[in-house]
């Protein structure tokens, strides 16, 4: 229900907080959340947060949702393309993460969305895994415009739902160490309002 979804999104965003500010990323938390015996994530009391992250919480340029995948492969002493034995469908695990999960990055580096995929059996085509994303806010067009992250969702047959509420402060949080200029502005404000920012 909307209230879990916000429950766990004040804890991601929580851990945002954690993230030391930079100007080239976002300040993201995430949370890894097992509904387990629930076939959706309805109000089971049997929910336990398996993992937690936050961007830059491991060395190197890490995100929050890398971090939590990779703390929750080393609990395990497995490898990441391993987690499906973790994440079994009964597990039923949902992924909290307060900006929605980035299709692409700047850096090169390889993105989250392809890295919740993996963690299904098959590379990504198989059962178990993270059953469903839930994220705060759509990701500003400050470094890509363009990240297609949901619709890899949709073809992988992730679930993913954005719930409303907490968009404001998720967005202040991510961008606190941002250096305010014109053109930073005119692209993330495109980007909320859902358009494509002239080149
Ligand atoms: N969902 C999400 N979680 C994070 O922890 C994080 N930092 C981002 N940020 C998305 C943004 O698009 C990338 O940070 C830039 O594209 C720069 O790429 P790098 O981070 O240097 O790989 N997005
Ligand atoms: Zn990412």
Redesign the pocket.
């Known amino acids: 229900t909307k209230e879990t979804h916000l429950k766990y999104l004040s804890e991601a965003l929580a851990l945002a907080r954690l993230s030391p500010p930079q100007p ?3 300040r ?1 938390g995430c949370v890894i959340v097992s509904f387990a015996d629930t076939d959706s994530d309805s109000d089971s009391d049997s929910r336990t947060t398996l993992s937690t992250g936050y ?1 830059l919480e491991l060395p190197g ?1 890490t ?3 890398q971090c939590a995948l990779t703390k929750l492969a080393q609990q395990h002493q497995i490898a990441e393309d391993q987690l499906y034995q973790v994440l079994t469908p009964q597990v039923n695990a949902v992924l909290y ?1 307060t ?4 299709g ?4 090169g ?1 390889l993105p ?1 969305v392809e890295r919740i995929i993996a963690t299904r059996r098959i590379g990504g085509t198989g059962g178990g895994g993270v059953r469903k994303v839930v994220f705060g806010a759509k ?1 500003p067009g400050t ?2 415009t363009d ?1 297609k992250s949901l619709q890899r969702l949709n073809q992988a047959g992730v679930e993913w739902e954005f719930v409303q509420g907490l968009d404001e402060e998720i967005l202040r949080v991510a961008m606190e160490g941002h250096v305010r200029t014109e053109k930073v502005d005119k692209a993330e404000e495109a980007t909320r309002l859902g358009q494509q920012p002239d080149e």
Do not use: I, M, Y
């Open positions: 080239t990323n976002f993201v961007t340029n995100h929050a949702e993460t900006l929605e999960p980035c692409k990055r700047l850096s580096n989250c990701e470094f890509v990240s």
